[in-house]
């Protein structure tokens, strides 16, 4: 593995809306769907930031902690077009 230094990126299908987006995947904040039946060996989903703002507000509703988005989880800022 030739990590070149501390800036690794992934692309990959959002877990939720699943539009391929670039992340940081030691940053990316990621879910598992805790309803599905297989939830226990389900790989955790990277999350993109428009979901994440989406997801928040009702997570908090439902008195969960929102989900937080580490510094550099979106390269380029997560800037959308
Ligand atoms: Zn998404």
Redesign the pocket.
């Known amino acids: 593995m030739d990590e070149l230094g501390a800036f690794v990126i992934a692309l990959g299908p959002?877990?939720?809306?699943?539009?391929p987006?670039l992340f940081n995947p030691y940053l990316v904040p990621s879910f598992k769907d805790d309803t599905s039946p297989t939830a226990d060996t389900d790989p955790w989903r990277p999350?993109?930031r428009?979901?994440v703002d989406r997801i928040n507000p009702r997570r908090v509703k439902a008195g969960r902690k929102p989900i937080r988005v580490p510094a550099g989880a979106y390269p380029g800022g997560g800037t959308t077009p």
């Open positions: 959002c877990g939720v809306c699943e539009v987006f999350i993109c428009t979901c």
